[in-house]
């Protein structure tokens, strides 16, 4: 098969699975990893995971499947960053949907789902591992159950949510409040990506969370 890849950051910590599942499969299909929408050299599938740009149907015709790797049980938390959101917002279970990709944003047919747990003293970095392995294990899926697939329709009974894009002004913690009421929102940033941060006495100081054993 040929199957592309469309991840826009370079930088984005996905992209070490990305290569790694890339080397395990490549004996068995060709595979790109590409960064901009116009480097696409069509085939089988595309895989949209972590893309920040806008494809079209014109740019997905040259494909078989174009699937988006989304991290909310959809149709609830459409959008951006919906586990960021979800954690923040007390989740302790994360939903990773595989959908077509469609004009309308998350609105795609649904061809699997995987849930898996989030500890409560999980920090990012064990939480992305734990997201992309998911995604690992629904890209295998897809390749896999390609030509026997049945996607379903999102659940029309349920009403739609939407998740806003995700801010550098969304890492800012409160200094008068407490750590323990904040940990959820200081535990999903990124320190390089999307640091935490706080401010006190005209100046601007930044977190950084690591679990200690001493």
């Avoid at 004009?103 to 997201?131: C, H, M, T, Y």
């Avoid at 100081?205 to 054993?213: H, P, T």
């Amino acid at each position: 098969m040929r199957i592309s890849l469309l991840c826009s950051d370079e930088q984005h910590p996905v992209n070490e699975y990305l290569h790694s599942w890339i080397v395990k499969q490549k004996s068995a299909h060709e595979i790109e990893i590409v960064r901009k929408k116009r480097d696409l050299s069509g085939g089988d599938i595309l895989f949209l995971i972590s893309c920040s740009e806008i494809v079209s149907a014109a740019d997905r015709s040259a494909y078989r499947a174009s699937l988006v790797l989304h991290a909310s049980d959809l149709p609830k938390g459409r959008g951006w960053s919906p586990y960021i959101w979800d954690i923040i917002g007390g989740a302790e279970e994360i939903t990773l949907s595989l959908l077509e990709a469609e004009d309308k944003v998350d609105s795609g047919r649904i061809w699997q789902k995987v849930r898996f747990p989030i500890p409560k003293d999980a920090l990012w970095d064990e939480i992305n591992k734990r997201l992309f392995c998911a995604e690992i294990e629904l890209i295998d899926f897809a390749v896999r159950e390609f030509s026997s697939i049945m996607p379903v329709e999102q659940d029309i009974s349920i009403e739609p949510t939407y998740y806003p894009r995700r801010l550098p002004s969304d890492s800012q913690i409160d200094p008068s409040q407490s750590i323990a009421s904040q940990f959820d929102r200081i535990r999903v940033c990124d320190p390089q990506r999307f640091p935490a941060f706080f401010e006190l006495h005209g100046k601007k100081y930044k977190i950084v969370l690591e679990k200690f054993n001493g």
